[in-house]
């Protein structure tokens, strides 16, 4: 189910939910890995070997997981697991897991934002594993993914136009985007000091490339690259604190062109809020543009757990960093510079009882960004570097906020769930300024939600289930509103682009999904099962001016 909250959307950075299921699908276009380094293929292999239960001979006396119904409430449950510090996964002590999947899904329909693609497909393949080595822990996991994307608006220069990046190249055509997305990494864990430290390491490793099928034509090519070292000491029995460090760095690089040279196409460089410099063709229709986003970004995390009947877990987490903007490979023309910082604050609390589960989360997320831009000069001659920065400063701001809660009650049979019930809030809010001349976008949304999902035994010896519930979400827009204070009202960024997403935040919707899982043990000896999941949803929206959304995914794979 696709989150309406738009904080809580992947951008392309902090999903840290597992690689199954969540990776976004592209058709059609072959990324080039030549340029990894002999450690990350080397990386690449073993991890796909960790991944698919490499050595589980090793691992005979370590609790396993059987089925996707048990996997799935093994992954949720934990609490160190979800704070980003690795060294927390020998808290958790996870049960031994390999899991292979490939999936295929689908949406379309007229409710979404101007970037949004009308329709789009996706077909994937991941596999995620763990092993313990004695006291070492290990989990590894590998993502592939296509993904098609038809009649996509105002981007021409971007993979994820909602990564949070303003500046960037639009034309009006709706065009048809093939992207491929690669996504690999690993965490490890050790004790020292009788079990009352533990270190930890986690590195990821993602690369990404798109093309844009029809003038302005786009071929981008995206990495990045994420470390976080981490400890965990037990001060006191019963009580932890601990702490991890992070430094990522992506960078994308997009080269636009034009097919057609006998019709200039025109194009819009977007600098927030619908302020725009409309542009036909190029310099010079034998040469390209090309756009380099390059960014670093620095975090620290803070965490204290307590051990008792109720596993309680408060952290709270900073990043830092900067993505800086330029024209061109060679003669580089800066073009603007987005700071950015985030904090967020979570309480993760789980208590297990012989029959029940409960799991309650509470998270707030709060985002400020600062967009520079600059005012260039070229200077010819033999001894001239080129484009010389005149004048620099914050043209925008962009900052946002949310706050959500969720508690599940999940009624246990044997090692996987009879049933589980789920209710979730949700508030969100964005205030967006750009400066001079001084124009304003800015919503406020309530989330409300609930699910339900119940298990069934079927046949004799029980070894083979099937899991089918529905989920009920319901978006309230308590405001949005934009103004433009420029001098280009009628220019289409503005009467387009910014009122067409004015809307979107304006309406209320419903989505409504059913969710479906069938397990069957395919060896007990070996403990293996095989699994088939789906969902599809529906989403309806109150105003006359959208329509609807619909969609389905479906994987099939095997727990072993």
């Known amino acids: 189910m696709i989150s309406s909250l738009r904080w809580f959307r992947s951008s392309g950075t902090t999903d840290k939910a597992s690689p199954i299921g969540h990776l976004r699908i592209n058709h059609g276009l072959k990324i080039e890995l030549s340029d990894m380094s002999i450690y990350q293929?080397?990386?690449?292999?073993?991890?796909?070997?960790?991944?698919?239960?490499?050595?589980?001979?090793?691992?005979?006396?370590?609790?396993?997981?059987?089925?996707?119904?048990?996997?799935?409430?093994?992954?949720?449950?934990?609490?160190?697991?979800?704070?980003?510090?690795?060294?927390?996964?020998?808290?958790?002590?996870?049960?031994?897991?390999?899991?292979?999947?490939?999936?295929?899904?689908?949406?379309?329909?007229?409710?979404?934002?101007?970037q949004e693609a009308r329709k789009s497909t996706q077909a994937d393949v991941g596999t995620l594993g763990n092993i313990y080595l004695?006291?070492?822990?290990?989990q590894g996991h590998f993502g592939y993914a296509r993904q098609d994307r038809r009649a996509a608006e105002y981007n021409a220069s971007l993979i994820d136009p909602f990564r949070g990046m303003p500046y960037m190249i639009a034309d009006t055509n709706a065009s048809h985007w093939a992207n491929e997305h690669y996504r690999l990494g690993f965490e490890l864990a050790f004790p020292l000091k009788d079990d009352r430290l533990q270190l930890g390491l986690a590195m990821e490793y993602r690369s990404s490339s798109g093309a844009k099928q029809r003038d302005v034509?786009?071929?981008?090519?995206?990495?990045?690259?994420?470390?976080?070292?981490?400890?965990?000491?037990?001060?006191?029995?019963?009580?932890?604190?601990?702490v991890n460090v992070s430094y990522s760095n992506h960078k994308e690089e997009a080269t636009n062109r034009s097919v057609n040279n006998e019709i200039d196409q025109g194009y819009f460089s977007l600098y927030g809020l619908g302020h725009s410099i409309a542009r036909l063709g190029y310099e010079n229709l034998t040469t390209t543009r090309q756009t380099n986003y390059e960014a670093d970004?620095?975090?620290?995390?803070?965490?204290?757990?307590?051990?008792?009947?109720?596993?309680?877990?408060?952290s709270g987490n900073y990043e830092v960093g900067a993505e800086n903007v330029h024209v061109g490979f060679m003669d580089t023309r800066p073009e603007g510079t987005l700071l950015r910082?985030?904090?967020?604050?979570?309480?993760?609390?789980?208590?297990?009882?012989?029959?029940?589960?409960?799991?309650i989360d509470v998270k707030g997320h709060w985002s400020n960004a600062r967009g520079s831009e600059y005012i260039n000069e070229f200077v010819p001659g033999l001894d001239s570097?080129?484009?010389?920065?005149?004048?620099?400063?914050?043209?925008?701001?962009?900052?946002?906020?949310?706050?959500?809660?969720?508690?599940?009650?999940?009624k246990m049979n044997g090692s996987q769930y009879s049933y589980r019930a789920k209710g979730r809030l949700a508030y969100g809010m964005a205030k967006d300024r750009y400066l001079i001349p001084s124009s304003t976008f800015a919503f406020e949304?309530?989330?409300?939600?609930?699910?339900?999902?119940?298990?069934?035994?079927?046949?004799?010896?029980?070894?083979?289930?099937?899991?089918?519930?529905v989920s009920v979400d319901y978006r309230q827009s308590l405001n949005a509103d934009y103004h433009y204070g420029g001098s280009l009202p009628n220019s289409l960024p503005v009467a387009d682009l910014m009122v067409r997403e004015t809307n979107?935040?304006?309406?209320?919707?419903?989505?409504?999904?059913?969710?479906?899982?069938?397990?069957?043990?395919?060896?007990?000896a070996r403990e293996t099962s095989l699994f088939i999941k789906g969902e599809g949803f529906y989403q309806r929206a109150d105003q006359t001016f959208f329509d609807h959304r619909k969609g389905m995914q479906v994987s099939v794979g095997a727990t072993f």
Not at 79 to 89: C, E, I, P, V
Not at 297 to 314: A, E, M, N, S, T
Not at 385 to 410: F, H, Q
Not at 459 to 469: D, E, M, T, V
Request: without cysteine; proline residues 3%; hydrophobic residues 40%.
């Open 41 to 114: 293929n080397i990386t690449f292999y073993l991890l796909t070997l960790l991944s698919l239960g490499y050595a589980n001979s090793v691992v005979a006396q370590q609790e396993t997981v059987d089925n996707m119904l048990q996997w799935e409430v093994d992954q949720q449950y934990g609490n160190w697991r979800h704070t980003g510090n690795a060294a927390g996964l020998l808290v958790d002590r996870p049960a031994h897991f390999s899991v292979l999947q490939a999936g295929y899904s689908s949406q379309a329909g007229d409710f979404r934002r101007p």
């Open 134 to 138: 004695g006291d070492l822990y290990i």
């Open 217 to 242: 034509r786009a071929l981008n090519k995206f990495y990045a690259l994420q470390v976080s070292p981490g400890v965990v000491y037990e001060i006191a029995p019963q009580h932890r604190i601990g």
């Open 297 to 314: 970004r620095i975090g620290v995390g803070l965490q204290y757990g307590f051990d008792g009947p109720w596993f309680v877990l408060l």
């Open 341 to 359: 910082d985030d904090w967020t604050v979570t309480v993760a609390v789980r208590r297990s009882q012989e029959h029940w589960k409960h799991i």
């Open 385 to 410: 570097d080129g484009y010389m920065n005149r004048y620099s400063s914050v043209r925008s701001t962009y900052d946002k906020s949310g706050i959500g809660a969720s508690y599940e009650l999940i």
């Open 445 to 469: 949304e309530m989330l409300y939600g609930a699910s339900f999902e119940k298990a069934f035994s079927l046949g004799k010896g029980a070894r083979s289930f099937l899991s089918i519930g």
């Open 504 to 524: 979107y935040s304006a309406s209320d919707f419903l989505v409504i999904g059913v969710p479906l899982v069938y397990s069957f043990e395919l060896s007990a």
